[in-house]
């Protein structure tokens, strides 16, 4: 059976997420900044875990403001803004540093640091984080699903720009991946004076 990825709509459950995330693993500051950068840009696991520092970093050590690249499924160009994230960032590239990790790689593998941390890996990650919260719907999609639900909440519902962020072409797509069932609309609609 195919587990049901969702995105995290509970601010306190998401502040959990992040927690055991920092806290409970050894590369914890790497999967928290996969999570936030992972969130905050709305990159499929696959683009996110093979970018390369040079993409986010400039020659200084600086965050770049937009990073550039092509998404592996889509093919189509994708510019990223890295604003919301730069402290994050910052810390990370202090902890890489901390810890001597040297690669090419965003997101290299502690053991391997010439290999990136693969999908398999950062799937056990969220897995480890499911059970140890008692959590059974995370999965290597729940930050993209989080950050564009996130997006649609905050923007007021706007639809339009969560489909044009996550590339989709339908919004019924886009509604779908913010796992937004009947259920979840029924409760939005509970919420609407009709007059």
């Not at 995290?8 to 999570?35: M, P, W």
């Not at 970018?51 to 990073?67: H, P, Q, S, T």
């Not at 997101?107 to 799937?123: A, G, R, V």
Request: proline share 3%; glycine share 6%.
């Amino acid at each position: 059976m195919e587990q049901k990825v969702l995105p995290i709509k509970d601010s306190n459950v998401l502040h959990q997420v992040q927690r055991c995330l920092s806290e409970d693993f050894k590369a914890g500051r790497r999967n928290y900044t996969i999570f936030q950068l992972g969130k905050a840009t709305l990159l499929r696991v696959s683009d996110l875990l093979t970018l390369k520092r040079a993409d986010v970093f400039d020659e200084r050590g600086n965050v770049r403001l937009n990073a550039y690249l092509h998404d592996q499924k889509t093919g189509k160009a994708n510019r990223l803004y890295l604003k919301p994230v730069i402290g994050d960032l910052l810390a990370y590239q202090q902890w890489l540093q901390q810890e001597n990790l040297i690669s090419p790689w965003l997101f290299p593998s502690t053991q391997h640091p010439d290999q990136h941390l693969t999908e398999k890996q950062f799937y056990k990650i969220m897995r480890k984080v499911g059970d140890l919260l008692n959590l059974d719907y995370l999965g290597t999609h729940t930050m993209r699903k989080t950050g564009a639900y996130r997006v649609y909440v905050q923007s007021n519902y706007n639809i339009g720009l969560v489909m044009h962020l996550l590339n989709h072409s339908s919004e019924a797509m886009t509604l779908a991946y913010l796992g937004l069932d009947q259920a979840s609309q029924e409760t939005m609609l509970d919420k609407i004076d009709f007059g």
